[in-house]
């Protein structure tokens, strides 16, 4: 039971953090809206990852395979909004 009580808040908390996206959407932040979705995003996500995905019980050899990907898209997104502010 207590399994089920887990995911029933993780998957409410998903549903409040789709509804502030959406909310924030509407609020004019400049360039600030795109780095605020993306953190939005990016909460989600490592909600989904942890208890959808099971991650938080796995060892450390899956964690390191689960967090590369991550470091080389956050140089790419780095990357790409540092050269459109600059331009």
């Given at each position: 039971m207590k399994d089920y009580?887990?995911?029933?808040?993780?998957?409410?908390?998903?549903?409040?953090?789709?509804?502030?996206?959406?909310?924030?959407?509407?609020?004019?932040?400049?360039?600030?809206?795109?780095?605020?979705?993306?953190v939005i995003a990016s909460?989600?996500?490592?909600?989904?990852?942890?208890?959808?995905?099971?991650?938080?019980?796995?060892?450390?050899?899956?964690?390191?395979?689960?967090?590369?990907?991550?470091?080389?898209?956050?140089l790419i997104i780095f990357?790409?909004?540092?050269?459109?502010?600059?331009?």
């Amino acid at each position: 039971m207590k399994d089920y009580q887990i995911y029933v808040s993780v998957w409410a908390a998903l549903l409040v953090l789709t509804l502030v996206t959406w909310q924030v959407s509407y609020i004019d932040l400049g360039l600030a809206n795109a780095a605020v979705a993306l953190v939005i995003a990016s909460f989600k996500a490592s909600l989904v990852a942890l208890f959808f995905m099971h991650l938080r019980q796995e060892s450390r050899l899956v964690w390191g395979f689960a967090v590369f990907p991550l470091v080389i898209l956050s140089l790419i997104i780095f990357g790409t909004l540092s050269d459109t502010l600059f331009r």
